[in-house]
């Protein structure tokens, strides 16, 4: 969810500002874990209510649902560390991605538990053990790695034309 | 986790017959799905805080416990589809099965997501598809089926005959 579905590094910018004064910018953070760059980045997703709203990623929601036609997606998120927030988590999906059903909701504490295919994601941690196919979503904290033995995508649409337009 | 890990029956017994008066017994909800058999059921497990306080199903805290050092336990719950439950879910698993990390946690809507090699259930639902070896844990609803391709038990005891004995 976070950094692929969640446009996540706007909120994280603006709430480190107006807690602590300092203007970070990209290249302060780059290449660091989102609780490196953001020093109080463990207490806001702690807290129930942070994930009920927040920017929905550019592009997403519409290709998610082309995607939705064609694969049977399913929504992982590592949730289970933050209990307090499943339920926003849920509500927020259910909400921007009304086409994802119940039944394709993951909720976990290791995506190598769910069974597929292909898994889209922007961290290492949950893509360096999976067996499937592997998209690394850029986000600031990965940008700095250049050699994977992931694909790495920029953005939804270029997702859209791997995985619906070859 | 209901039925298997939360000795639910009692408690729908009990609910049931403060809100409608009735005692229900054991013959007259065998063979019916939980749905069936209390008409307020789906009120009940929908209702925030119901899943914080369930009785643990005997001997299943002891011998999760011994499993949990010999296999890689994954504890898993259709919770989606009740998405205010999933934070009672968990605490009530860290308060009685502390020794089960949110790490081996899996909310979900569909447990043929999970990857595992054996599942314990009491539900056909979730057996039928899952390509491993699987235990039917006996509950009222599930007694009047005879012959099925999963290994029936009916206690936490005989899981371990089963898996750690041989």
Chains 1, 2 share one sequence.
């Not at 209990?83 to 927020?92: A, N, S």
Request: aromatic share 10%.
């Amino acid at each position: 969810m976070d950094g692929v579905l969640v446009d996540i590094y706007p909120v994280f910018f603006k709430l480190h500002e107006e807690e602590t004064g300092e203007r970070l910018t990209l290249s302060d953070i780059e290449g660091k874990l989102e609780a490196e760059a953001f020093i109080n980045q463990r207490r806001w997703v702690n807290t129930p209510g942070f994930f009920r709203n927040l920017p929905v990623m550019k592009d997403s929601r519409k290709v998610l649902g082309r995607l939705n036609d064609k694969f049977e997606i399913i929504v992982g998120s590592l949730a289970t560390e933050f209990p307090e927030c499943m339920t926003d988590k849920q509500m927020w999906i259910q909400e921007n991605f009304p086409f994802i059903s119940w039944k394709q909701i993951v909720f976990c504490g290791d995506k190598n538990l769910i069974k597929a295919d292909i898994m889209i994601d922007d961290h290492f941690k949950n893509l360096d053990g999976f067996e499937g196919i592997t998209l690394l979503f850029t986000q600031p904290h990965n940008t700095l790695v250049k050699d994977t033995r992931h694909v790495r995508v920029n953005d939804w649409p270029e997702i859209e034309k791997l995985l619906l337009k070859q």
